[in-house]
């Protein structure tokens, strides 16, 4: 998790490992989403489908949906493998 700090502007800076990490050019879309929580922030903006979804959840199942996300975030890139791949079958 990286600390963000807001300055006098209300800008807030990216690290720039977190830039290169995530390959955000200058002039890329992030979506700001607030939830009971704190702010969430998505690479590559919220479409108007996916907000319309978002919107129609009840606050238990938004709740629950960043809940998950949150598990899901900390994991190890192992672990989210092992969740891609559970049942997949081969094509060899």
Not at 7 to 26: C, F, H, M, N, Y
Not at 27 to 36: K, R
């Amino acid at each position: 998790m990286e600390q963000l700090i807001v300055d006098a502007d209300g800008k807030v800076t990216i690290p720039s490992e977190v830039i290169q990490k995530r390959g955000l050019p200058p002039g890329d879309d992030l979506a700001l989403v607030e939830s009971d929580e704190g702010l969430l922030i998505y690479h590559g903006g919220v479409d108007s489908k996916t907000m319309a979804w978002w919107n129609s959840l009840t606050e238990e199942e938004q709740r629950k949906a960043q809940e998950e996300a949150r598990r899901y975030e900390a994991m190890s890139e192992q672990e989210r493998d092992a969740i891609w791949n559970e049942g997949a079958e081969s094509i060899e």
